[in-house]
């Protein structure tokens, strides 16, 4: 009886190559922008109940300004005898409303987030995806800003588009038409406020509690004291480290409006300065949080 010799063979065991669509690397950062909304669009409290919050803000704008367009609501300004409307200052008296809403949002998605994704080693599953740190800050950004931008940009924009509908005749639709664009204008630096900022103070701490307490002692204690401090020495730089009644400055500058109070003491230019300075900090510290976090061995590319 003969005896062959085995050999070993190789079965396939039904693997295939992965033969979709490749996401080139530049879109890595949409990936996490959509994932950070659909985060935080699950359940009511974290931005759905705020998102309706503003909507009935700015329908209560609405209804102001609707009943302000009547000629019952016509001012006598300076001795030239220009008609102004009290309807022109309702889109930036408007504003603190936002604020307020802005400000909640930041609280339950933006503040503990960078703190969080510490907290929890999110960063592995990250780096280990391959994801820069770069990818990881504009995805987040992008993602925050969408959904704060639906209600610091969106409900301006709408009260804008709401006062050209009511203009008087076609000669006063072209002149107001200048109003889309500071609405616009209101609406990014809000934006990039209650997005930004609140973000680069997630990155301050691996706690998200702690984080979220600071932005809050800063936004809320810190932020008045500078009002209240700017008003009594007629500071605008002090009054301007006051995130809100920068924003506010911003629309009251472009709408050429003046009120006597502690939130009317700043001006366009240290305004503008604030928002654009605390956005810069705030975005460098959140690069800084993730690329230490990349560099101390979680992984990654470059």
Not at 94 to 104: A, E, H, N, Q, R
């Amino acid at each position: 009886m003969s005896t062959g010799q085995s050999t070993g063979q190789i079965h396939d065991l039904g693997y295939k190559r992965y033969v979709g669509t490749r996401s080139s690397v530049g879109t890595r950062w949409t990936v996490i922008m959509r994932h950070q909304i659909a985060t935080a669009w699950k359940g009511w409290w974290r931005f759905k109940l705020w998102l309706i919050s503003a909507m009935m803000a700015t329908a209560i704008a609405a209804g102001f300004l609707y009943l302000a367009s009547g000629k019952l609501f016509r001012m006598m300004s300076g001795m030239g005898g220009q008609v102004i409307k009290f309807a022109d200052g309702i889109l930036p008296l408007s504003t603190l409303w936002y604020c307020k809403v802005g400000f909640i949002v930041s609280l339950t998605i933006g503040a503990t987030l960078v703190a969080g994704d510490v907290g929890s080693g999110a960063f592995t599953f990250y780096f280990a995806r391959s994801v820069r740190p770069r990818d990881y800050v504009l995805g987040k950004l992008a993602g925050i800003g969408v959904l704060v931008a639906l209600i610091m940009l969106a409900g301006p924009v709408l009260l804008a588009g709401l006062r050209l509908g009511l203009s008087d005749d076609l000669d006063q639709l072209i002149a107001l038409l200048p109003i889309v664009y500071k609405a616009l204008a209101i609406g990014l630096c809000g934006t990039l406020i209650y997005t930004a900022v609140p973000l680069g103070f997630s990155s301050l701490f691996t706690n998200k509690w702690l984080a979220l307490g600071l932005w809050a002692a800063y936004y809320l204690v810190l932020g008045s004291m500078a009002a209240g401090l700017g008003f009594l020495t007629r500071s605008p730089s002090v009054s301007a480290l006051d995130l809100p009644s920068a924003l506010q400055a911003v629309s009251f500058a472009l709408f050429d409006l003046h009120l006597n109070g502690p939130r009317d003491t700043t001006s366009l230019g240290p305004a503008l300065a604030s928002i654009l300075g605390h956005a810069a900090i705030a975005i460098g510290l959140v690069f800084w949080r993730v690329r230490a976090a990349q560099q101390a061995g979680v992984g990654g590319s470059s």
